[in-house]
């Protein structure tokens, strides 16, 4: 068995470009899971993977013929199918002719290319969706095909249906929500821009297009070197040097040098981001988590840059979080006329009943997944509340109801998100894009608060029980850290701070767990006449694992790392007092 390294020697004694560095080799090939790494030996006779928190290789399982990379969970082809879970390998059966990774879900073209199938983690079984096509694009948080004509289409998970987009290319891969295409005589790049036929030139020529991640890549003809897209006009960056065997994911892109010597990594980041990061992996040591995790979080300022990201923009399972959508549907719904905090909304579990959106939006938000939830999903459907998130730019976000439209209740396990599709639903409903300046209030009172005063208990009319108020005085002693020799103006400064949140946890489905929390805090600046400018920040974070031992959201591990999400925007607020 032949063992990936920690530093192998490099075939070439040219140095790595700005960003790159190695960390293994040699290896036949890679593959990203989650947020996470893995190698398949030259030898194909083991399979290894990355731990970022210590930066070692360590031995998961082999052999293996092919890695499939991009899912949450890692694929290897033997030639059957078999799932890493981050704990242990199961046989998913069912060989086909390609397959491709995302999210939660395995998606595979039967060997006569007849039929798309789909590979359920949840109940371990594959299902038809489609076909017959040609090949599969995987890549982004959504599945394409290529149709025996050479065009591709969309599949919707959640309207369950193929939509054609676009004609023939050389090569399509998925970045995020979209798609790119390289033209079939490879003299230039575009982006699908969510319509049929409706495509945007970003680019030139291209040798091969790197999908996956949060960024697309491309290399360059002749020379092979990298370039990265940088999102909007047909601006590119020569970032990297010539490799092959490209996987990406979030921001990070890794490769093997042309003689499969060496393993690249491309992690191009801040100082808050790599501050925030190594936190993170320093928080979940120890053997309950080894490589069972996947973990993201963002800092931005409304309306402004992100200050740091962490897979903010890989989709994972969101848990009550997700709430926050059909609360905005619902809120939307009421700022066009269409409904009354008066409508009233029904319920089937556990005992049927119904109540008007006043007693039922407040419950939703204060309490776990419970029947108000399940009436605002009833009463909208979850088809029209998924249609109008993505109608908003949240693209990536998808709902789905467990037990009141009679689809099984492991759906639930089925949502999607990331931390910059719920960044977006909050930013658009601060800055007024999709709701009134009433509404907004109406939004912002009915989220969870936290402020130094906090109003009083809410008692819910429907479940009986009694929240709040919440207080916002676990920051204070960051405050009072971060403000140093200004003590005596802490007392000032946090009357102005206001923390609204939504957080969510539980497993849902066997064998896993999570937690996620999105907050908007609101932190006064000084203008230089003394008067208090309040700016807003974004603040979310995820974490989804093997379920093993739980860990709490009031964990010393979350504290910390959630702490230290909250210094950087105290920080720069405190620098204007």
Same mark, same amino acid.
């Given at each position: 068995?032949?063992?990936?390294?920690?530093?192998?020697?490099?075939?070439?004694?040219?140095?790595?470009?700005?960003?790159?560095?190695?960390?293994?080799?040699?290896?036949?090939?890679?593959?990203?899971?989650?947020?996470?790494?893995?190698?398949?030996?030259?030898?194909?006779?083991?399979?290894?993977?990355?731990?970022?928190?210590? *930066?070692?290789?360590?031995?998961?399982?082999?052999?293996?013929?092919?890695?499939?990379?991009?899912?949450?969970?890692?694929?290897?082809?033997?030639?059957?199918?078999?799932?890493?879970?981050?704990?242990?390998?199961?046989?998913?059966?069912?060989?086909?002719?390609?397959?491709?990774?995302?999210?939660?879900?395995?998606?595979?073209?039967?060997?006569?290319?007849?039929?798309?199938?789909?590979?359920?983690?949840?109940?371990?079984?594959?299902?038809?969706?489609?076909?017959?096509?040609? %090949?599969?694009?995987?890549?982004?948080? /959504?599945?394409?095909?290529?149709?025996?004509?050479?065009?591709?289409?969309?599949?919707?998970?959640?309207?369950?249906?193929?939509?054609?987009?676009?004609?023939?290319?050389?090569?399509?891969?998925?970045?995020?929500? #979209?798609?790119?295409?390289?033209?079939?005589?490879?003299?230039?790049?575009?982006?699908?821009?969510?319509?049929?036929?409706?495509?945007?030139?970003?680019?030139?020529?291209?040798?091969?297009?790197?999908?996956?991640?949060?960024?697309?890549?491309?290399?360059?003809?002749?020379?092979?070197?990298?370039?990265?897209?940088?999102?909007?006009?047909?601006?590119?960056?020569?970032?990297?040097?010539? @490799?092959?065997?490209?996987?990406?994911? @979030?921001?990070?892109?890794?490769?093997?040098?042309?003689?499969?010597?060496?393993?690249?990594? +491309?992690?191009?980041?801040?100082?808050?981001?790599?501050?925030?990061?190594?936190?993170?992996?320093?928080?979940?040591?120890?053997?309950?988590?080894?490589?069972?995790?996947?973990?993201?979080?963002?800092? /931005?300022?409304?309306?402004?840059?992100?200050?740091?990201?962490?897979?903010?923009?890989?989709?994972?399972?969101?848990?009550?979080?997700? /709430?926050?959508?059909?609360?905005?549907?619902?809120?939307?719904?009421?700022?066009?006329?269409?409904?009354?905090?008066?409508?009233?909304?029904?319920? =089937?579990? =556990?005992?049927?009943?119904?109540?008007?959106?006043?007693?039922?939006?407040?419950? #939703?938000?204060?309490?776990?997944?419970?029947?108000?939830?399940?009436?605002?999903?009833?009463?909208?459907?979850?088809?029209?509340?998924?249609?109008?998130?993505?109608?908003?730019?949240?693209?990536?976000?998808?709902?789905?109801?467990?037990?009141?439209?009679?689809?099984?209740? @492991?759906?639930?396990? %089925?949502?999607?998100?990331?931390?910059?599709?719920?960044?977006? $639903? $909050?930013?658009?409903? *601060?800055?007024?894009?999709?709701?009134?300046?009433?509404?907004?209030?109406?939004?912002?009172?009915?989220?969870?608060?936290?402020?130094?005063?906090?109003?009083?208990?809410?008692?819910?009319?429907?479940? %009986?029980?009694?929240?709040?108020?919440?207080?916002?005085?676990? $920051?204070?002693?960051?405050?009072?850290? *971060?403000?140093?020799?200004?003590?005596?103006?802490?007392?000032?400064?946090?009357?102005?701070?206001?923390?609204?949140?939504?957080?969510?946890?539980?497993?849902?489905?066997? @064998?896993?767990?999570?937690?996620?929390?999105?907050?908007?805090?609101?932190?006064?600046?000084?203008?230089?006449?003394?008067?208090?400018?309040?700016?807003?920040?974004?603040?979310?974070? +995820?974490?989804?694992?093997?379920?093993?031992?739980?860990?709490?959201?009031?964990?010393?591990?979350?504290?910390?790392?959630?702490?230290?999400?909250?210094?950087?925007?105290?920080?720069?607020? $405190?620098?204007?007092?």
């Amino acid at each position: 068995m032949t063992m990936i390294t920690a530093s192998p020697v490099l075939s070439s004694s040219d140095p790595l470009p700005a960003g790159w560095r190695v960390i293994g080799g040699p290896a036949h090939s890679l593959a990203v899971h989650g947020d996470r790494l893995a190698a398949l030996t030259p030898d194909r006779g083991a399979v290894w993977s990355w731990n970022p928190t210590d *930066e070692t290789w360590g031995w998961i399982g082999g052999p293996g013929q092919r890695l499939v990379s991009g899912g949450w969970d890692l694929h290897s082809l033997t030639p059957d199918v078999w799932r890493w879970d981050g704990r242990a390998w199961s046989s998913t059966g069912s060989p086909g002719s390609e397959f491709v990774a995302i999210g939660g879900g395995l998606y595979a073209l039967a060997p006569k290319r007849d039929a798309v199938l789909r590979y359920d983690r949840y109940d371990n079984s594959w299902t038809k969706i489609g076909g017959p096509a040609a %090949h599969l694009v995987g890549g982004g948080s /959504k599945l394409y095909a290529i149709g025996p004509d050479g065009s591709i289409v969309e599949y919707s998970r959640f309207e369950r249906k193929w939509t054609r987009i676009g004609g023939p290319g050389a090569q399509f891969v998925g970045v995020g929500a #979209t798609v790119y295409a390289l033209r079939p005589d490879r003299s230039a790049v575009f982006r699908y821009d969510g319509a049929p036929d409706q495509w945007t030139r970003v680019g030139g020529p291209a040798a091969f297009l790197i999908g996956g991640g949060s960024v697309l890549y491309a290399t360059q003809p002749g020379t092979g070197s990298v370039w990265r897209y940088a999102g909007s006009g047909e601006t590119w960056e020569q970032i990297g040097p010539r @490799g092959t065997g490209f996987v990406a994911t @979030g921001r990070s892109l890794y490769a093997l040098t042309p003689d499969r010597s060496a393993v690249l990594a +491309y992690e191009p980041m801040n100082s808050e981001t790599r501050r925030l990061r190594t936190l993170m992996n320093a928080t979940y040591t120890g053997a309950a988590y080894e490589g069972r995790m996947r973990r993201g979080f963002l800092v /931005k300022r409304l309306g402004g840059p992100v200050i740091a990201e962490h897979q903010a923009g890989t989709i994972f399972q969101p848990l009550s979080v997700l /709430k926050l959508l059909p609360y905005a549907h619902a809120l939307m719904q009421i700022d066009r006329g269409r409904s009354t905090l008066d409508t009233m909304v029904s319920w =089937p579990d =556990p005992t049927p009943g119904s109540g008007p959106l006043r007693d039922v939006l407040p419950t #939703t938000m204060w309490f776990s997944h419970n029947r108000s939830l399940e009436a605002v999903m009833n009463h909208y459907s979850v088809v029209a509340i998924t249609r109008n998130a993505q109608q908003l730019g949240l693209r990536e976000t998808e709902m789905y109801l467990g037990n009141g439209d009679g689809t099984p209740a @492991g759906w639930w396990a %089925h949502n999607l998100s990331t931390l910059h599709d719920l960044a977006r $639903l $909050l930013e658009g409903i *601060e800055q007024l894009q999709v709701v009134s300046a009433d509404t907004r209030g109406l939004f912002r009172r009915l989220m969870i608060e936290r402020t130094p005063g906090a109003g009083t208990s809410y008692v819910s009319p429907i479940l %009986h029980q009694t929240a709040g108020p919440e207080s916002s005085a676990f $920051l204070r002693p960051l405050v009072e850290k *971060e403000a140093g020799g200004k003590l005596p103006q802490v007392k000032e400064f946090m009357k102005h701070v206001v923390i609204r949140f939504k957080a969510g946890g539980g497993n849902p489905a066997a @064998g896993e767990f999570g937690y996620g929390e999105f907050f908007t805090l609101t932190l006064p600046f000084k203008g230089q006449d003394g008067t208090v400018v309040p700016t807003t920040y974004l603040l979310g974070w +995820y974490l989804n694992q093997v379920f093993s031992e739980i860990i709490g959201p009031d964990s010393p591990e979350l504290a910390a790392f959630k702490n230290a999400m909250f210094r950087t925007p105290i920080r720069e607020a $405190l620098k204007s007092w």
